[in-house]
């Protein structure tokens, strides 16, 4: 029977919390974690619950990858994607996000993000 050994404590990475498994630069990433690419049933399943999508305004677009909103009640989040969005939403843009299936819509452009 082998001696269990210690494991190293995991080191907090703010903002690299989201390049995991499957994740590369670029367009090469595979991931479907929230904040990659969108899935097709979370598409698929932010369309059904369509009750669940909040108005929002981008306040602003940075191109690490978040994006801030403020919706129609005057509530802010901050979302991020992989990407980022920065060449394809600027402040003043209308978007819709899904607060359930973490969907960033733009008209009919949809975008898997993660809320953060």
């Known amino acids: 029977m082998s001696t269990p050994k210690p494991h190293a404590a995991a080191e907090s990475q703010p903002g690299l919390a ?6 590369v630069d670029g367009e090469a990433c595979s991931s479907l974690r929230p904040g990659h690419e969108l899935h097709p049933m979370q598409e698929r399943l932010s369309r059904i619950a369509a009750s669940r999508w909040l108005d929002a305004v981008v306040t602003a677009v940075h191109a690490d990858g978040v994006v801030e909103l403020v919706d129609l009640d005057g509530g802010t989040r901050r979302v991020w994607h992989h990407d980022g969005l920065h060449r394809l939403l600027a402040p003043g843009d209308p978007v819709a996000f899904h607060e359930v299936y973490d969907v960033l819509a733009r008209g009919e452009d949809r975008f898997s993000v993660a809320a953060i």
Do not use: V
């Open 18 to 23: 989201m390049g995991m498994r499957g994740c």
